[in-house]
């Protein structure tokens, strides 16, 4: 008998296939994500600034106004998402991110870079939330929602890897031409606007949106309900406050390491500017590897551990930097990248768990974002303050034991019950997709689903799927899907 799509076929004990849907969702998504945040300016922005005549505190400045306008900007994004539709925000989007890695083409100005930042604050808070959402929703519809902290894993890898193919090439090319750094990224985000538009509808998680753009003068007031539905979502679960929090141990160490201590580190140990650049490609190759594959994570602990794992492996890889030379920096850099890349699929599902069905999901993942760079932009002014005292040693231990009293806490809250999981989120958190072993007392790699390649967890079934969806159901009463 042949087995229907997104079902196992009966006494194979095989995972659940994909559908045609689901499997389209997942390449797109692919795509988009790789070609959004492939800025190839990313490793000369600086110097192209300086050559533009921009001081210091000019270049700083403008990114200091960078992140100020993401977090003001990522509410009323999440809002206009839930509103219209995840699909059409990831367009609007790309379009925004198009326009904005132009103008410094346009313009090669203090004006037209600070015109650049604040329009690519406003692309990236326009997608940071909806491409997890319309991913999330898509393949839920679908019935193959166990594959989705492989594609989240994998989008993240697989622009990592393009990363590391093309930010080599930066420098040729713009020996040819000096725009071609922002010229390529206009390019790349015109690709992804042709991912987004090739998107497929999502008819239920789509409803809404259709229902919000007929409220004409009413939307205003739709907003404000989104807004209010969200605040209330986090207040009335402790679950999901308490999993962000979680997440921005992670968010934090990774961004102030890898973006603002990078350098200062390298260079501390006497690793001179030459070698940055194959460093930082043998931490991106590190980190995308890890990435793709969270599923190499053994299911003897539950995802949230994991994290928490993980986040005290990143502490304390920056502590032992104080500790080591030259090439074990490197190494110990290595591992901080891999680390990070389990982390944050296997994070960013928890935090898609824990979201309540019918929520606004784009608004409450903005929610996360704003938290996270909220927290990290204290970080960096306190990192900033210790590097110009030379306490770059005392700095990295300070902030692995903060890290350490934080996961600490949250641990106590865990265990203690004062914080209480529903059983949808206990049947979720089987999260890390099982490895064969599990199953049969062997300790073999996991299964690999044919065609795509990816691996899944076995078919929770459609009772397994109700049993999860119930706790909020009960209290939305909600009719079954």
Known sequence: MRARPGQARPGTGATTGLTDTARLIIRLNYGFQLLFNLLWWMPVFYAYQKAAGLSDGQIFGIQSIYYVAFCLLEIPTGLIADRIGTRNCLRAGAVVMTAANLAPVVSSSYTGFLIHFLAIAAGRSLTSGAASAYLYDGLRAERCDEHYLRAEGTARALGLAAKVVCWPLVGPLMALSHPAPYVLSAASAAG???????????????????????????????????????????????????????????????????????????????????????????????????????????????????????????????????????????????????????????????????????????????????????????????????????????????????????????????????????DGVRDRDRAVPPHEGDRTGANSTASTEAGDGSTAPADMGDAGRKEALEPDQASRGQRTP
Request: with cysteine.
């Open 192 to 422: 992804s606007l042709v991912c987004a538009v090739l998107l497929p509808r999502l008819a239920g998680a789509e409803a809404g949106a259709d229902a919000g753009r007929n409220d004409g003068g009413r939307r205003g007031g739709a907003f404000l309900r989104d807004a209010g539905t969200a605040l209330r979502c986090v207040a009335a679960s402790p679950w999901l406050a308490l999993v962000m929090v979680q997440g921005v141990a992670v968010f934090t160490l990774s961004r102030i390491c890898q973006v603002n201590l990078f350098q200062p580190i390298l260079l501390d140990h006497g690793i001179g500017e030459a070698s940055h650049g194959g460093v930082l490609a043998a931490m991106t190759v590190a980190e995308a590897v890890a990435s793709a594959r969270p599923q190499w994570l053994s299911r003897r602990l539950p995802p949230v551990a994991w994290v928490s794992v993980l986040s005290l492996a990143l502490a304390g890889t920056l502590a032992a930097m104080t500790l080591g030379g030259p090439w074990a920096v490197v190494a110990l850099l290595c591992l901080f990248a891999a680390a990070t890349g389990f982390a944050f699929p296997v994070q960013r599902k928890l935090v898609n768990d824990a979201i309540p069905a019918h929520a606004p999901r784009a608004t409450l993942l903005s929610v996360e974002s704003i938290v996270d760079r909220a927290v990290c932009a204290l970080a960096a002014i306190a990192a900033g303050a210790y590097l110009s005292a030379g306490r770059l040693d005392a700095l990295l231990w300070h902030s692995a034991l903060a890290t350490a009293v934080l996961l600490g806490v949250f641990q106590l809250l865990l265990r203690s019950g004062v914080v209480a999981r529903g």
